[in-house]
């Protein structure tokens, strides 16, 4: 049965959620604060890098099951669910904003309909349930945890295949509700209380976090006694119990979650009166990955980067994506401006004028128009971010454009033999 849903906040997770809850027949109302980002998809466009969001939108605004509004209250107001997709960036000290998410409920409290859900999708520390309740300060509707588990780059994918669903409810009937949104999404179902919810949601990113730690952690070991990373990481991963998934070395885990997840969940950890130091390591882990990353650049120039050029390919933080928040990229770069490098830059998703978002975090690096253009007379090339398109270059002609054929594949993605034919100086992750 179609129901009536408004989304509040259009980011990657609001329209993911608002244009695959229209293909699956419902009516959405997305709603922002930001005039011009609801201005823009009112005439179609989309303001993100997502495979498959366009397509989704188009069909929904076409079948008139899909809008967008500046501003929440009249859409609330008749709606049967009210999704709450607002950030939950990480507060000063260390523990989850929920200021958005307050002034949402505030916002929209006094205008809902009696028995109206509404429901937490945004990332929200144990308790925040309680939170919403009384921000909203009505006894006569439901609030209900319903965590989202998508990735960026197959956000559309993986909210209608998902792993699971969980709600986390106190209602039983406000959880059959919230539940029956997603008939024809083939899942498994996990209905329990608001805080197992909660927890589900940041276990399950602190986890992931830990992994790809654990590897990077394991690369540096390799380096150390001449093992092969890229090998290791086969034989580990044909074991069931730990499978493929999350073991590539790389850069160092980032991006607008992993980073505030974990260091929201050592926090709620320590308000709980438990010293997480297993998650305090995997960050601990991370920061140093960005250090050596940054370190076999300048190994690789002689021991000292100042003045020199440095082609970065990739800004992003991870690939198919145009997401630069807390990319470890930017993080090594920084690194290396720190030391005087000069930084020439390549992303596919970055071009110029930039956007004022990209503006702000991009500042002082050149921005090249394609990856040979980002590598003419630098001293090293240091890749950053697996976009596919960087494996099938013309590699000569890097070379020719390169003051000295020196890369660091900070993916292990490029084809090392090949690259050391062609006379490079090659340095991988976890493989020398
Ligand atoms: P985002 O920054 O891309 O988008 C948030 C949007 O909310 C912005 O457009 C902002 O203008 C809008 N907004 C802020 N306050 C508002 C208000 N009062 N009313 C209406 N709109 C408002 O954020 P995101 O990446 O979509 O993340 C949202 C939440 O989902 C976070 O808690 C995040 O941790 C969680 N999450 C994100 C991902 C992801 O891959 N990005 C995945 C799972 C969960
Ligand atoms: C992650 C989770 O995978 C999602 O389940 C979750 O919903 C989301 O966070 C969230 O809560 O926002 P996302 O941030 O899109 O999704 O990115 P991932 O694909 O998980 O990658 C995170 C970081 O780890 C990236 O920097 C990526 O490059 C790095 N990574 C990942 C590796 O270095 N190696 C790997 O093997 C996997």
Request: glycine residues 8%; negative net charge; charged residues 25%.
């Given at each position: 049965m179609a129901s009536r849903i408004t989304i509040v906040g259009c980011g990657y997770v609001g329209l993911t959620t608002g244009a695959c809850f229209s293909s699956l027949g419902h009516e959405v109302t997305c709603t922002d604060v930001d005039a011009d980002r609801v201005e823009l998809l009112n005439r179609g466009e989309v303001p993100i890098l997502e495979a498959g969001l366009d397509n989704l939108l188009r069909e929904g605004i076409n079948g008139g099951r899909l809008k967008f509004e500046l501003g929440s209250i009249e859409a609330a107001s008749q709606s049967e669910f009210v999704y709450l997709c607002v950030p939950t960036p990480q507060g000063l000290d260390g523990s989850a904003d929920l200021s958005y998410?307050?002034?949402?409920?505030?916002?929209?409290?006094?205008?809902?309909?009696?028995?109206?859900?509404?429901?937490?999708?945004?990332?929200?520390?144990?308790?925040?349930?309680?939170?919403?309740?009384?921000?909203?300060?009505?006894?006569?509707?439901?609030?209900?945890?319903?965590?989202?588990f998508l990735r960026e780059g197959s956000a559309v994918h993986d909210f209608l295949h998902p792993d699971r669903i969980v709600i986390g409810a106190d209602d039983q009937s406000a959880a059959v509700r919230v539940a029956s949104l997603y008939l024809g999404v083939a899942a498994p179902l996990i209905v329990t209380d608001p805080p197992s919810a909660e927890l589900i949601k940041y276990a399950s990113n602190a986890f992931l976090a830990t992994k790809v730690s654990f590897v990077n952690a394991v690369a540096a070991v390799c380096e150390a006694v001449g093992a092969d990373m890229n090998d290791v990481v086969l034989g580990m991963g044909y074991d069931k119990r730990i499978g493929h998934e999350f073991l590539r070395p790389g850069p160092g885990w980032g991006g607008s979650c992993f980073p505030k997840d974990s260091r929201a969940l050592i926090r709620?950890?320590?308000?709980?009166?438990?010293?997480?130091?297993?998650?305090?390591?995997?960050?601990?882990?991370?920061?140093?990955?960005?250090?050596?990353?940054?370190?076999?650049?300048?190994?690789?120039?002689?021991?000292?980067?100042?003045?020199?050029?440095?082609?970065?390919?990739?800004?992003?933080?991870?690939?198919?994506?145009?997401?630069?928040?807390?990319?470890?990229?930017?993080?090594?770069?920084?690194?290396?401006?720190?030391?005087?490098?000069?930084?020439?830059?390549?992303?596919?998703?970055?071009?110029?004028?930039?956007?004022?978002?990209?503006?702000?975090?991009?500042?002082?690096?050149?921005?090249?128009?394609?990856?040979?253009?980002?590598?003419?007379?630098?001293?090293?090339?240091?890749?950053?971010t697996e976009w596919d398109e960087f494996k099938w270059l013309d590699f000569d002609k890097v070379a020719s454009v390169l003051a000295q054929p020196r890369v660091v594949d900070g993916r292990n993605i490029l084809d090392r033999e090949s690259l050391r034919l062609r006379g490079f100086d090659y340095r991988g992750i976890g493989r020398t």
């Open positions: 998410i307050e002034a949402a409920a505030n916002e929209i409290g006094p205008h809902l309909q009696p028995e109206t859900i509404v429901v937490n999708k945004s990332t929200v520390p144990v308790g925040s349930t309680r939170v919403v309740e009384q921000a909203l300060g009505r006894s006569d509707v439901y609030v209900v945890s319903n965590p989202e709620i950890a320590e308000d709980a009166g438990y010293d997480f130091d297993l998650l305090e390591g995997v960050v601990g882990v991370n920061e140093e990955q960005f250090d050596r990353v940054a370190a076999k650049a300048i190994e690789l120039v002689g021991g000292s980067i100042d003045g020199k050029l440095v082609a970065v390919w990739g800004l992003t933080f991870k690939a198919r994506t145009d997401d630069l928040r807390d990319s470890p990229s930017l993080e090594i770069v920084r690194r290396l401006k720190e030391r005087g490098a000069r930084i020439s830059a390549f992303d596919p998703s970055v071009s110029m004028p930039l956007s004022p978002r990209a503006a702000s975090v991009l500042e002082g690096i050149d921005i090249a128009v394609d990856p040979y253009a980002a590598c003419i007379d630098a001293e090293v090339l240091v890749v950053l």
